[in-house]
T-cell receptor, first 116, second 111 residues
Framework: AQSVTQLDSQVPVFEEAPVELRCNYS??????LFWYVQYPNQGLQLLLK??????LVKSINGFEAEFNKSQTSFHLRKPSVHISDTAEYFC??????????????FGTGTQLKVEL | EAGVTQSPTHLIKTRGQQVTLRCSPI?????VYWYQQALGLGLQFLLW???????NRGNFPPRFSGRQFPNYSSELNVNALELEDSALYLC??????????FGDGTRLSIL
């Protein structure tokens, strides 16, 4: 079984300030890791993912996350946030199993609110 | 490339009724997943279909069911609707069983 913990339910931050959204997971096997973003009244958009290779992954809009196997973490960071980054962010894991396709397990989400 | 499309976008039903939600995956994607996002309960896995077969099922009662068609589109059926079934139902598709792309969901309200 696997589980995901997002300790911060809400993170307020001023525009142009840096932000970190924390994600820790537990799993009995290796995992794939994901961050999804959800804007109001919309579905989930994939922000970035770690499948293999470099432990630092980046999105096209300035977010990055680093897979830390020893600390079982996948924290999301952005050096300078914009008003448009206001949304709910979900961390998710998928166990790596033969045949693939195992379900995504989500954290409870972190509401990022960027203020002027 | 068209993304995952879901219909309808909104639905209002009463207790005891039945509902069918529809999902069209991204072209070339053979796997379809269904998730429920209910207030206070977060995102919960419902069902996974691949190549027309049900491959995995979440911890939901049997009145939640579905199917996948030869063109890989999918339906989610919920019978005997209860108030707690009010939620956003999200469909996702995948071509590699690793990464999922989500639709905008169907918001189901039970009165």
């Amino acid at each position: 079984a696997q589980s995901v913990t997002q300790l911060d339910s809400q993170v307020p931050v001023f525009e142009e300030a840096p932000v970190e959204l924390r994600c820790n997971y537990s799993s009995s096997v290796s995992v794939y890791l994901f961050w999804y973003v959800q804007y109001p009244n919309q579905g989930l958009q994939l922000l970035l993912k770690y499948l293999s290779g470099s432990t630092l992954v980046k999105s096209i809009n300035g977010f990055e996350a680093e897979f830390n196997k020893s600390q079982t973490s996948f924290h999301l960071r952005k050096p300078s946030v914009h008003i448009s980054d206001t949304a709910e962010y979900f961390c998710a894991v998928r166990m790596i199993l033969t045949g693939g396709g195992n379900k995504l397990t989500f954290g409870t989400g972190t509401q990022l609110k960027v203020e002027l | 490339e068209a993304g995952v499309t879901q219909s309808p976008t909104h639905l209002i039903k009463t207790r005891g009724q039945q509902v069918t939600l529809r999902c069209s995956p991204i072209s070339g994607h053979t796997s379809v997943y269904w998730y429920q996002q209910a207030l206070g309960l977060g995102l919960q896995f419902l069902l996974w279909y691949d190549e027309g077969e049900e491959r995995n099922r979440g911890n939901f009662p049997p009145r939640f069911s579905g199917r996948q068609f030869p063109n890989y589109s999918s339906e989610l059926n919920v019978n005997a609707l209860e108030l707690e079934d009010s939620a956003l139902y999200l469909c996702a598709s995948s071509s590699d069983r690793r990464t999922e792309n989500f639709g905008d969901g169907t918001r189901l309200s039970i009165l």
